[in-house]
């Protein structure tokens, strides 16, 4: 006769067996990631103890995924440039380790390098992606499998909102009807894919809306979601004018960071009416700053690099700020982790998975102290001989140090019109490679360009535009907003000599072609062999092409 004892720990061992059999299913995972989204939500509200631009922007369904999860106050891009970004996004690399996928325009994507969706795929994972994942480059979208897993067919409205909302109240329709038709997009394409899996299987879904990518329609910041310029006197960065004309485009740009979040609750509802909502990771980020302004997309300052970074992870710990300085390339072995599959040896992303699942916040990993990024080519002729801007840059809790390695260039690109003597700002106003090509047209761009360097602006436009020294250092307590280059100042001379050592021995280390053998790698072909023939010419109108 089995004692009792004997019987329950034979009961345990059944159960321990039937466990081990029949583990939890892998969880799901919902990215939202929208281009030239930067650090730009309710939830980051207050958290850098001064009015900034976030004390104007309404972002309910955000904030609900930060309230039920985990802000990361300290997220940073490996590149602030479309491409480049991407690359290191979907590989967990250096954007200088993806080959060819390092530029922008005259992108290749190397298919020898293993990125998550597809190692996803491979192991088991039914994944679909709506609208941009990897371009520009060639070919579109790699790294996803190209537009093989794309569902779209419900309409690609949220791609531009303001431009189709105005569109459809043009066309007699209602604000309220004209949101509501995008946000059915939204969900049917989600929809679509959903009812696409298998029973049971896993999935991946890329939400990559471009809304935020310029252009979009002047003055739809107010109009189509009541946000007043003049609520953003005072919180504007100091290398922005605070005067009426940025201020509204600002506030346009909010415009489009709060149509991202109304797809956020559009996907929301789908994942609750589905059923699928705790048994998904949601990921929400954007892929580098402020589009069409000083400092923003292009550069390596907080401006440009910092983004949004928000995840709800089921069973963990809600409701968290964590302070961690963490990069996007830590979300390729996170996501594999969360697939349970064992990430490629090499990267330089690190899984957030520890972090996530800590009952801490604030700062959780002190090994996390330091953020490595740079650039070389953006729009490919915006310099003569199709040369990149070369820079790289050290970020750590204190401190912001950047390598410009070739001073002698334009870092927003040459001037061109900018230094006409009566310059054409109508069509510097709406053609990006008019003028300093490296920066988005934009009303911000027009209005500085046309106040030239004369007081009281010059600085500002300095700050924009200027060629800029080889060394730059910045205290991020006393100067937030980096605006005082201390690189010079005899002060700090230990500071910017031990973060230039880090720094490049950082880049040595990972193999860097900027800063190996010759160091002039990204100079030559093919990195800098010009345009495809169908990209437009500086001082011709283009046609609208998101970059």
């Known amino acids: 006769m089995k004692t009792p004892f004997m019987l329950f720990a034979f009961l345990g061992l059944v159960v321990g067996i039937r466990g081990a059999e029949t583990p939890s299913p892998r969880l799901n995972i919902l990215f939202v990631f929208a281009d030239d989204w930067g650090r730009y939500a309710g939830a980051y509200r207050g958290l850098d103890g001064r009015p900034t631009i976030n004390d104007v922007i309404q972002t309910p369904h955000v904030d609900r995924v930060a309230r039920e999860g985990v802000v990361f106050k300290n997220a940073f891009v490996n590149a602030p440039s479309c491409t480049p970004c991407r690359s290191s996004l979907l590989s967990g690399r250096h954007f200088f ?39 520009p480059g060639t070919p579109a979208d790699a790294g996803f499998g190209g537009q093989a897993y794309a569902y779209q067919r419900a309409g690609v409205g949220s791609n531009n909102f303001s431009d189709n909302v105005t569109a459809d109240i043009a066309r007699g329709s209602s604000l309220a009807d004209a949101r509501a038709r995008i ?63 940025v201020r509204e485009d600002v506030a346009d740009y909010l415009g489009e960071c709060q149509a991202v979040d109304a797809y956020v609750g559009a996907l929301l509802q789908s994942l609750e009416e589905a059923g699928e909502l705790e048994h998904t990771v949601i990921v929400l980020s954007g892929d580098h700053g402020m589009p069409g302004m000083p400092r923003g997309k292009c550069n390596l300052n907080d401006f440009g690099t ?13 409701d968290r700020v964590i302070d961690d300085l963490v990069r996007l390339p830590d979300l390729m072995p996170t996501f594999l982790e969360i697939g349970r599959v064992t990430p490629p040896a090499g990267l330089y992303g690190v899984s957030l998975i520890p972090l996530l699942k800590s009952d801490q916040q ?34 750590t809790r204190d401190f912001l140090y950047i390598r410009n390695f070739a001073p002698d260039r334009w870092p927003m690109g040459a001037p061109l019109q900018a230094t ?128």
């Open 420 to 547: 006409a003597a009566q310059p054409d700002l109508a069509l510097i106003d709406g053609n990006t490679r008019a003028a300093f090509p490296d920066m988005d047209a934009s009303p911000t761009k027009t209005w500085l360009i046309a106040r030239g360097a004369a007081p009281p602006w010059k600085k500002h436009y300095e700050l924009a535009f200027a060629k800029r020294p080889a060394e730059e250092l910045y205290e991020l307590k006393s100067d937030p907003d980096q605006v005082k280059n201390l690189a010079q100042d005899p002060a700090f001379a230990a500071e910017r000599r031990a973060l230039s050592e880090r720094l490049m021995a950082t880049l040595q280390a990972a193999g860097d072609p900027r800063v190996i053998g010759g160091g002039d790698t990204f100079d030559r072909s093919p990195f800098s062999d010009p345009e495809d023939s169908g990209s437009p010419k500086a001082g011709k109108a283009p046609k609208k092409k998101k970059i």
């Open 97 to 135: 380790q993806t080959g060819r996928g390092a530029i922008l325009q005259g992108a290749v994507w190397d298919a020898t390098i293993p990125t998550f969706p597809l190692v996803l795929r491979d192991h088991g994972y039914h994944i679909g992606k709506s609208h941009k994942v990897w371009s």
């Open 183 to 245: 946000l059915a997009e939204v969900r049917g394409n989600f929809g679509d894919f959903l009812a696409a899996r298998k029973p049971g299987q896993p999935w991946l879904y890329w939400m990559g809306t471009t809304t935020t990518h310029r252009t979009w329609i002047k003055g739809s910041g107010k109009k189509l979601w009541g946000i007043e310029p003049d609520q953003l006197k005072g919180k504007l960065p100091g290398f922005l004018p605070d005067v009426p004309e």
């Open 362 to 395: 604030g700062l959780v990993d002190a090994r996390r102290d330091a953020i490595i990024a740079g650039r070389e080519r953006h729009v490919g002729a915006a310099r003569e001989g199709n040369l990149p801007y070369p820079m790289r840059s050290i970020r």
């Open 306 to 318: 910092a983004v949004p970074l928000i995840v709800r992870y089921p069973g963990a710990k809600p």
